[in-house]
């Protein structure tokens, strides 16, 4: 047994002690009073020999249980306390998790976890505070990854210190990296008196880890303070909270100038979820979401889809219009980048000068990386020399002999393709019959009023393998307007020469040539949207070429975020099912066994205060001499 605050006890001792034998060496001022007997005369004797001062004090069983008394409670003021079985550690390693879940508002008096798991590292402090021998403590706070913040040392302010500046992140947890940390902390070294040092890992934390492999951690006694509620308390698990999970950004491959976004939600089941999408924070759409549990799991899951029409940088947002536990999880964006501005090849006749048509001039408003005009003849002699940089060609009235592996846009019939079937046709003026209006290449294209003398009629030549036709305009002979697909390789083939139609010079024409640019140089299901995670490495592209990437690391928060002095925006979510979920455990397998959520009064290694025992024992004391005092007062019958 010891004393935790001996220094109260021992100034009570000295003056309650001596305060209570002064009182029985005290003699009594008595008044003569007049008696009818002198049957009182022999009692009335002996109180004067006690009282008398600076005499020896005669036995008394009522002094006895009062000084047992008073010393019961002196020391309980020193707070004695009792150490278990275990020996004080030498090394305790405090693991503080503040990974997104430790921010749910579900926890003592409806603040977070980590104030809970703040508050348990602190109550540990306090118990290895009160130890015989202070053991080196080290903080360590872990959420995607593991940073010492503290020790070893035993001097606990500086842990205290440090424990007070652990921020929340909405990052996930790495337990087991942290485990790992706490490991590299065990002294190897063991004392012949003491035997071998003893370690212990104190895992302060909500315990929703997830899957992920073992937790295993060298030491003599791993302890799990449990932040948050139990898993009986409160709504059952998933606690009443959703979350975005997933999120990602493609262009379609039919139409590659509408970018669909996708996302993926969780949640309790059963719950309906109002989901807004918003295009640089302005609200586009909005829809309804009800998370169905369709694996049995007891998680609700859901996925939803958008469309954009757009071709520029654009930052989309999606959110829950919902409150709940956790914010972090709320809402994910990503950054779409622009559209690629391509290198377009054009192959006109022999002898056309460059230039002289407007379909060139179309060509250069849509702002090409890079616009060559070549005849030919030049073509077939130069051949592939010609295609680096070049994304699209452009056949305006040529019929050169070989077909580059890159798409094409034909004007007249062109070269010849493979999958298209090429029909004769008269010079007579002609007009198109029917086209498709929903298709990419077609929208918002009216040829009503166009006037054309075919070249040729197309149809679909089915002794291609490996190739698909598809009509977008047909004339009164066949296909007007025709795309073929090669080996993913789309060819758009126009049945007329743009001389010898009124086509040129129609409002329809320029939107034709733009989406059909779109259509035959965007990349149709690709990634669309740019955006990391928390867990994440933040690294952009040089903004300049011959630059360095931008390396702005790890960003803990989620959100939108502007790098440095660029100004580029950056998205960072959260997308983590587990910490989404807020699961708690009420307890944890470490290296194979279980370990149970315990309070850190409850370690068998902390002193356990008795002076309650202390206290009970000294009224008891207190309670007898009261009765001995009261049947020694009581009037005997003669």
Request: aromatic share 6%.
């Amino acid at each position: 047994m010891t004393f935790l605050a001996p220094a109260s006890a021992i100034v009570a001792l000295a003056l309650a002690v001596p305060a209570l034998l002064l009182l029985y060496f005290l003699k009594l001022r008595r008044r003569p009073v007049r008696v009818s007997s002198t049957m009182l005369w022999t009692q009335a004797v002996r109180d004067l020999q006690v009282n008398v001062p600076f005499r020896m004090i005669r036995p008394s069983w009522l002094l006895l249980l009062q000084l047992l008394a008073l010393l019961l409670l002196i020391g309980a003021l020193g707070r004695p306390a009792t150490h278990g079985s275990a020996a004080a550690p030498d090394v305790a390693v405090v693991l503080i998790d503040r990974s997104a879940s430790m921010s749910a508002r579900d926890g003592e008096g409806g603040g977070t976890r980590l104030e809970d798991a703040v508050r348990a590292a602190s109550a540990f402090l306090d118990e290895m505070a009160r130890a015989p021998s202070r053991p080196a403590v080290v903080l360590v706070a872990f959420a995607a990854s593991a940073e010492t913040l503290a020790g070893p040392t035993t001097d606990l302010r500086l842990v205290r210190d440090a424990l007070s500046r652990i921020t929340p992140t909405d990052q996930p947890a790495d337990v087991r990296g942290a485990l790992r940390l706490a490991e590299s902390f065990a002294p190897t070294d063991a004392d012949e008196e003491s035997g071998p040092a003893r370690t212990i890992v104190v895992l302060c934390s909500d315990g929703g880890f997830g899957a992920g492999g073992p937790m295993a951690v060298a030491a003599s006694e791993v302890r799990f303070s449990r932040a948050g509620p139990a898993e009986g308390d409160g709504p059952p698990p998933p606690f009443d909270n959703a979350g975005i999970v997933a999120l990602a950004a493609r262009r379609d491959f039919r139409d590659p100038a509408v970018v669909r976004v996708f996302a993926r939600l969780v949640g309790p089941p059963g719950l309906a979820l109002p989901v807004v999408i918003a295009v640089d924070g302005r609200e586009r759409d909005r829809a309804a979401a009800v998370l169905a549990d369709d694996d049995g799991s007891g998680v609700g899951r859901a996925s939803l889809t958008f469309e954009i029409a757009t071709r520029e940088a654009a930052l989309v947002s999606v959110g829950l219009d919902r409150p709940d536990l956790l914010e972090a999880d709320n809402a994910a964006s990503l950054v779409l980048a622009p559209a690629t501005r391509p290198g377009i090849l054009i192959v006109r006749p022999d002898g056309d000068p460059p230039g002289d048509w407007l379909l060139a001039d179309v060509l250069r408003e849509l702002d090409p990386a890079s616009l060559v005009e070549v005849e030919s003849s030049r073509y077939d002699e130069l051949g592939a020399s010609l295609l680096t940089g070049i994304d699209l060609v452009v056949f305006d009235g040529s019929r050169p002999r070989t077909l580059p592996p890159l798409p094409t846009l034909a004007f007249g019939p062109g070269p010849p393709t493979p999958g298209l079937r090429v029909l004769g046709a008269d010079a007579r003026l002609s007009s198109f019959l029917t086209w498709q209006r929903t298709h990419a290449v077609m929208r918002h294209v009216s040829l009503d009023a166009v006037r054309y003398e075919p070249a040729a009629w197309f149809a679909h030549d089915e002794g291609a393998a490996g190739t698909r036709f598809e009509e977008l305009a047909r004339g009164p002979g066949g296909a007007a307007i025709a795309l073929v697909e090669e080996r993913g390789v789309r060819r758009i083939a126009v049945a007329f020469g743009l001389a010898r139609s009124t086509w040129p010079v129609h409002v329809s024409f320029p939107i034709f040539v733009a989406n059909a640019v779109d259509y035959l140089t965007l990349r149709g299901e690709s990634e669309a949207g740019v955006a990391f995670r928390t867990d994440e490495a933040v690294v952009l592209p040089p903004p300049t070429p011959g630059a360095a990437p931008i390396n702005l690391g790890v960003v803990e928060r989620a959100g939108v975020h502007r790098a440095g002095e660029s100004g580029r925006v950056v998205a960072v979510n959260l997308l983590s099912e587990p910490e989404s979920l807020l699961r708690t455990a009420d307890a944890l397998t470490i290296s194979g066994r279980p370990v149970a959520a315990a309070q850190p009064g409850d370690s068998p290694t902390a002193p356990r205060e008795v002076w309650p025992w202390f206290v009970l024992a000294g009224g008891a004391l207190l309670a007898v001499e009261w009765v001995l005092y009261a049947l020694g007062m009581r009037v005997r019958p003669r």
